[in-house]
């Protein structure tokens, strides 16, 4: 398990780019919905590199919580909406940017052995 962890930065950097060039040509709305959506997988995928699992409260939070980034998200998103097609490249890295902070960070909580 230590290897995969090891391997696990440079999977989420990749994971976070993807992610967010995928979101970034969608429409509006659709746009931080999707992206919300990966980050919930990334961080499962993170717990369970650790061996754990993400209990059903703690999915309902962090559901609640991602309904206020998928709006927060939407609003800075219509923003660079309004240059569409030339602001996908800075959709792209505001995406990545706040992905691969979220997913640096389950990571680091999990390795220094908290739990949820």
């Known amino acids: 398990m230590k290897e995969k ?13 993807t992610s967010a060039a995928t979101a970034a040509v969608l429409p509006v709305g659709l746009d931080a919905a999707a992206l919300f959506g990966e980050e919930v997988l990334m961080v499962i995928h993170v717990a369970a590199m650790f061996g ?6 703690v999915a309902a939070q962090a559901l609640n919580t991602g309904l206020l980034g998928t709006i927060v998200g939407t609003a800075v998103f219509e923003g660079l909406n309004a240059g569409y097609p030339f602001t996908i490249p800075v959709k792209i890295g505001v995406a990545t940017t706040v992905m691969t902070a979220l997913g640096i960070a389950t ?7 908290g739990r949820l």
Do not use: V
């Open 52 to 57: 754990h699992s993400i209990s059903r409260k």
């Open 5 to 17: 962890q090891k391997e696990l930065i440079p999977l989420i950097e990749t994971w976070a780019a």
């Open 107 to 113: 990571y680091e909580f999990y390795k220094e052995g």
